[in-house]
Every structure is written in structure tokens, then in C-alpha cells.
């Protein structure tokens, strides 16, 4: 099936350090999606991605939707320590009427 | 209450219990989906619901018995399962499947087979 591949996997920064992660696939998408998942909760959306070159903020956080709608990258700045968790793109393929298609993640820890 | 709202939160139950995890969404959204969620492993979408009927059952055990009698209400039912069916189970809704504007998770259920 497709896949995305999300790096990294893991990231152990210092507090007040900036992060950045992507996801990257061989197929399009027509919609990129960034969620953020606390231990012991379900996923909550932080930013969702429309058109190709889009850059949206919200926050600490940047995320972009690649020129060749094959990517996407989130950062965040200045980093603290209530940002730790788990980060997963998601992706709607261009054209499908199907369901959304999940990253493996990336586990982010913030060292004060 | 809005959102997704998820019960119970936890549970542990014997392999040869029967038991059911609720989910219940309040944002008028006509698809819903149950999600495994394992340590180390990504998501792994079990069962997709739209209108309330199922429209996607992916190589799901049969031990795993879901049901969604309204578009508010989706039900896993569980029996006879393995320890490694432990996992966070997540349901999510979305305002028609195939949409794009994201789905609403719930807090999940950790299920623990003893």
C-alpha cells in the first residue's frame, strides 16, 4: 500500500532548541495534515495543508506543503518542554476518495 | 460534551472475556474509524464507517466486532482476544469519509490482555 516515511523517528533536543521533521512519499497528495499526539491521548490536529508551496502557522509551529506535493516539513521553534509527544503527518492521496494515510511518527523529548 | 469522547479509558480484561469499547462523537460527522495503536508500530486503521454502514474492514480478526447503530455511536466488541491484541484503540470521525479536513481522535482505550 502506500506509505509515508516520516524522519526522524525519534529526536531528544534541549529546551529552547528548534525542530524539524518531515514526511516524504513517491506519490501525491492533495492534502498534508500534522497532528500531535500527548502519552495516553488520541492524536489532535495542529495544522492542515492544501495547495502545493502552502505555508501555514499556528504558533511555535510551521509547517509547508511541497512544491512537488510529495512532502511536507514541520517546525517548531523554540522548543519547551510541554512540546514533547509524539508528531504524525498525514496525507490524502491526490484523487482518491479513500482515507487518510498516517506517518510512523516522530517521538520528540524536551530536556529542560 | 463535544468531540470524541471515548469509554472506558482503560481496560484489562482476560482472554476470555467479552467486553465492548463505546465511542461517541458529537460534531455531526458521518464517518467514523477505529484505530490500533501499538507501541512502536504505527497506526493500523481497523474498521471504517460512513453513514453507518461499514465500508472498509481491514484483515481485522473476527475476535473484533464492530458496530455503529447511529452516526453518533460506534461500538468495538471484543472476545476471546490475545495478549497481543493489547494496544490503544483509537476511534476517530470525520465529516464524510474521503474529506480532507482532518479526523477527531478521541483519548483512545488502553486494552490490556492478561
Known amino acids: 500500500g502506500q506509505q509515508l516515511n516520516q524522519s526522524p523517528q525519534s529526536m531528544f533536543i534541549q529546551e529552547g532548541e528548534d525542530v524539524s521533521m518531515n514526511c516524504t512519499s513517491s506519490s501525491i497528495f492533495n492534502t498534508w495534515l500534522w497532528y500531535k499526539q500527548d502519552p495516553g491521548e488520541g492524536p489532535v490536529l495542529l495544522i492542515a495543508l492544501y495547495k502545493a508551496g502552502e505555508l501555514t502557522s499556528n504558533g511555535r509551529l510551521t509547517a509547508q506543503f511541497g512544491i512537488t506535493r510529495k512532502d511536507s516539513f514541520l517546525n517548531i521553534s523554540a522548543s519547551i518542554p510541554s512540546d514533547v509527544g509524539i508528531y504524525f503527518c498525514?496525507?490524502?492521496?491526490?484523487?482518491?476518495?479513500?482515507?487518510?494515510?498516517f506517518g510512523k511518527g516522530t517521538k520528540l523529548s524536551v530536556k529542560p | 460534551e463535544t468531540g470524541v469522547t471515548q469509554t472506558p479509558r482503560h481496560l484489562v480484561m482476560g482472554m476470555t472475556n467479552k467486553k465492548s469499547l463505546k465511542c461517541e462523537q458529537h460534531?455531526?460527522?458521518?464517518?467514523m474509524y477505529w484505530y490500533k495503536q501499538s507501541a512502536k508500530k504505527p497506526l493500523e486503521l481497523m474498521f471504517v464507517y460512513s453513514l453507518e454502514e461499514r465500508v472498509e474492514n481491514n484483515s481485522v480478526p473476527s475476535r473484533f466486532s464492530p458496530e455503529c447503530p447511529n452516526s453518533s455511536h460506534l461500538f468495538l466488541h471484543l472476545h476471546t482476544l490475545q495478549p497481543e491484541d493489547s494496544a490503544l484503540y483509537l476511534c476517530?470521525?470525520?465529516?464524510?469519509?474521503?474529506?480532507?479536513?482532518?479526523?477527531?481522535f478521541g483519548s483512545g482505550t488502553r486494552l490490556t490482555v492478561v
Open positions: 498525514a496525507g490524502q492521496l491526490l484523487g482518491s476518495q479513500g482515507n487518510l494515510i
Open positions: 476517530a470521525s470525520s465529516q464524510d469519509r474521503g474529506q480532507d479536513y482532518g479526523y477527531t
Open positions: 460534531l455531526g460527522h458521518n464517518a
